[in-house]
């Protein structure tokens, strides 16, 4: 049996695509310890299920598409700019989401709930929607790239349609890891 490293995500629409990359790359500079999310592999992680056995990849699919038929599609917002866990802290630079119809948050309860029935562990702290910019080499980000984020807390990206959601295979190499899409699954 073969184990896939893989996660479910929301895909950017290419509008919020390309704003949340003109962000990181005010927000980016040479040597500044931060491994920056490219373009082509931004997306909205609902959650990630680590290393998934092939055959139960389509038992995490069915999960998948039994909550998002019972969801019609919903707007996001994408706005901001912060640190995780925490400003003085960040090891993640993210942009806000923000969810006004509170639909992205019962859908992850829901996935949570659900796979665990399936043998996954649930994620022990609450869901705070955010899109992942880029990650801290090192403990923590550095002031410098912190003040930088701090300029981009007013800044709106845009807002988009959540119309699908997708099961991602994620594969590891030097360059950092490639993303190929095992299912495409749409709300309503």
């Keep these: 049996m073969n184990s896939i490293r893989s996660f479910i995500a929301i895909p950017l629409s290419s ?7 003109k962000m990181s790359n005010r927000l980016k500079e040479a ?6 999310v490219p373009t082509d592999n931004l997306h909205l992680t609902l959650k990630f299920l680590g290393d998934v056995y092939n055959t139960e990849v389509p038992k995490v699919c069915t999960v998948v598409q039994d909550i998002c038929e019972t969801m019609s599609p919903f707007e996001l917002v994408f706005h901001g700019s912060g640190g995780m866990p ?7 630079i993210h942009a806000g989401v923000i969810d006004e119809s509170n639909q992205l948050t019962s859908m992850v309860t829901q996935l949570e709930v659900e796979l665990a029935k399936l043998g996954f562990k649930p994620e022990s702290r609450d869901y705070r ?5 880029g990650r801290a080499k090192a403990r923590r ?3 410098e790239v912190m003040d930088r984020v701090k ?8 807002s988009m349609v959540v119309e699908e959601v997708q099961v991602i295979a994620s594969f590891l190499d030097k360059q950092g890891p490639t993303y190929q899409i095992m299912d495409v699954i749409e709300l309503g």
Excluded: M, Y
């Design 141 to 143: 980000a550095s002031d």
């Design 129 to 133: 929607p955010h899109l992942t910019l």
């Design 15 to 21: 509008e919020i695509a390309q704003a949340a990359t």
């Design 31 to 36: 040597g500044d310890g931060i491994k920056w």
């Design 151 to 158: 300029l981009e807390e007013e800044t709106n990206l845009g």
């Design 86 to 92: 925490s400003v003085d802290r960040a090891r993640i």
